[in-house]
């Protein structure tokens, strides 16, 4: 099982920006993909943004062109940039790993607050 760490969320105006990170324990090179997922209060977790080993993205319809994510296989680290934040962005981000065998591993979530 692969612990995962996020780091990078906080407080930021509308319009802002902010990237997250998050540190794998273990290789993320075989990953079957990666990917962030944020939940806010009151709502169901949802996809954000997710890559796959082949490098293939797919993002939700509300990001699209806002966000990015990548991954750093030397570093074990996959990344989310966040541009032109909303208030409706807010939410508690978390990091997710699926290995070959579609076994799932979660990080402990980071909080990302868009307000004036």
């Known amino acids: 099982q692969v612990q995962l760490v996020e780091s990078g969320g906080g407080l930021v105006q509308p319009g802002g920006s902010l990237r997250l990170s998050c540190a794998a324990s273990?290789?993320?090179?075989?990953?079957?993909?990666m990917g962030w997922f944020r939940q806010s209060s009151g709502n169901e977790r949802e996809l954000v943004a997710r890559?796959?080993?082949?490098?293939?993205?797919n993002y939700a319809d509300s990001v699209t062109g806002r966000f990015t994510v990548s991954r750093d296989n030397a570093k074990n680290t996959l990344y989310l940039q966040m541009n032109r934040l909303k208030p409706e962005d807010t939410a508690v981000y978390y990091c997710?790993?699926?290995?070959?065998?579609?076994?799932?591993?979660w990080g402990q979530g980071t909080q990302v607050t868009v307000s004036s």
């Open positions: 273990g290789s993320i090179f075989d990953a079957y993909s």
């Open positions: 997710h790993h699926m290995d070959n065998k579609y076994f799932n591993s």
């Open positions: 890559i796959f080993k082949n490098g293939r993205t």
